[in-house]
């Protein structure tokens, strides 16, 4: 039933022919509903989340179970509605923007406070960079004759901004030490590395099992891999062709770890401007307390 269902799907009473255009009125709406509705609440959760155990864990589960959902919809859809003859390897869910999904829920399940602060720290240093790179550079997604998949994708990338928010507001970066904040940052950059290198193997396993061909496309997990050189990535695209993959990959190892550095103090600056806010309203407020007494003791002297 659902197999007939994939196959003849159009989630619109038309023929879709176009994607969807970066910013336009649909996905504008979409991202001032997650600005003004989905983000605050992100915050809200992850500051009641510190001392909630139980909220941290269905808060965390239902970001992951969403997120799992949606990416299920796309391969069935790829799957049934593309009439794909073999599969697709470079469609298979391990991006940099894919790791959230599987990080929300596997901090389930840990208990080791390190581990855990990892994968939270990764969520909310290299998922929101993801998240963030794709809400600016949206024709990386919009690539499909779809506007579900259109859809899906842009809703997925402002999730992972979401639930970096949800993690960072959990870990209370920013609003610690520098040299806690740094210490956070090196559990992130190790399960980001560790994601790494897991890609790159299986970017070889799917060479070495299917070949190089048109469904693995070099398996090009994270979007670097050693048997494609013409990334799907501004400026490093160039490097890695002209120089080679190892230049490449260095490179793009490097850039993503000054972007999570980059994240980490921006929501250290975010903190500061609002410290400095809350502190001017506070010396406001207490100023016009003090002048309001002294106007009441003049009118009982005169």
Same mark, same amino acid.
Not at 21 to 31: A, D, G, N, S, V
Not at 139 to 165: K, P
Not at 197 to 213: C, F, K, S, T
């Given at each position: 039933?659902?197999?007939?269902?994939?196959?003849?799907y159009?989630?619109?009473?038309?023929?879709?022919f176009?994607?969807?255009?970066?910013w336009?009125?649909?996905?504008?709406l979409?991202?001032?509903?997650?600005?003004? $509705?989905?983000?605050?609440?992100?915050? #809200? !959760?992850?500051?009641?989340?510190? @001392?909630? =155990?139980?909220?941290? +864990?269905?808060?965390?589960?239902?970001?992951?179970?969403?997120?799992?959902?949606?990416?299920?919809?796309?391969?069935l859809?790829?799957?049934?509605?593309?009439?794909?003859?073999?599969?697709?390897?470079?469609?298979?869910?391990?991006?940099?923007?894919?790791?959230?999904m599987?990080?929300?829920?596997i901090?389930?399940?840990i208990k080791?406070?390190?581990?855990?602060?990892?994968?939270?720290?990764?969520?909310?240093?290299?998922?929101?960079?993801?998240?963030?790179?794709?809400?600016?550079?949206?024709?990386?997604?919009l690539?499909?004759?779809?506007?579900?998949?259109?859809?899906?994708?842009?809703?997925?990338?402002?999730?992972?901004?979401? $639930?970096?928010?949800?993690?960072?507001? #959990? !870990?209370?970066?920013?609003?610690? @030490?520098? =040299?806690?904040?740094? +210490?956070?940052?090196?559990?992130?950059?190790?399960?980001?590395?560790?994601?790494?290198?897991?890609?790159?193997?299986?970017?070889?396993?799917?060479?070495?099992?299917?070949?190089?061909?048109?469904?693995?496309?070099?398996?090009?997990?994270?979007?670097?891999?050693?048997?494609?050189?013409?990334?799907?990535?501004?400026?490093?695209s160039?490097?890695?062709?002209?120089?080679?993959?190892?230049?490449?990959?260095?490179?793009?190892?490097?850039?993503?770890?000054?972007?999570?550095?980059?994240?980490?103090?921006?929501?250290?600056?975010?903190?500061?401007?609002?410290?400095?806010?809350?502190?001017?309203?506070?010396?406001?407020?207490?100023?016009?307390?003090?002048?309001?007494?002294?106007?009441?003791?003049?009118?009982?002297?005169?």
């Amino acid at each position: 039933m659902l197999h007939e269902m994939l196959i003849k799907y159009n989630p619109f009473p038309f023929p879709v022919f176009e994607q969807l255009e970066p910013w336009c009125w649909q996905i504008t709406l979409i991202f001032l509903l997650f600005l003004f $509705l989905v983000f605050p609440l992100c915050f #809200y !959760l992850g500051r009641k989340a510190r @001392s909630n =155990k139980r909220l941290e +864990k269905i808060t965390i589960f239902t970001i992951g179970i969403l997120l799992i959902s949606t990416e299920i919809y796309k391969q069935l859809l790829f799957a049934y509605h593309y009439n794909f003859d073999s599969y697709h390897w470079d469609l298979f869910p391990f991006q940099l923007c894919s790791i959230p999904m599987y990080t929300a829920v596997i901090v389930l399940f840990i208990k080791d406070s390190k581990f855990k602060m990892g994968l939270y720290s990764f969520m909310a240093l290299f998922g929101m960079l993801g998240g963030l790179a794709v809400t600016f550079y949206q024709n990386s997604v919009l690539t499909w004759e779809d506007y579900s998949l259109d859809y899906q994708s842009i809703i997925w990338h402002f999730a992972l901004v979401g $639930l970096g928010i949800y993690s960072a507001t #959990y !870990l209370n970066i920013g609003s610690v @030490s520098f =040299k806690k904040d740094i +210490k956070t940052y090196e559990y992130g950059a190790f399960v980001f590395l560790a994601c790494l290198i897991m890609a790159e193997i299986i970017n070889l396993l799917i060479v070495l099992n299917h070949g190089y061909n048109e469904y693995t496309q070099g398996g090009n997990m994270f979007y670097i891999s050693m048997f494609m050189f013409n990334l799907d990535i501004p400026i490093l695209s160039t490097v890695t062709s002209t120089c080679g993959w190892y230049i490449g990959f260095i490179g793009y190892t490097f850039v993503l770890l000054l972007g999570g550095f980059v994240i980490l103090n921006f929501y250290r600056l975010i903190n500061f401007l609002s410290k400095k806010h809350f502190y001017k309203e506070k010396i406001w407020s207490a100023l016009d307390k003090a002048a309001h007494i002294t106007e009441k003791e003049e009118d009982k002297e005169n």
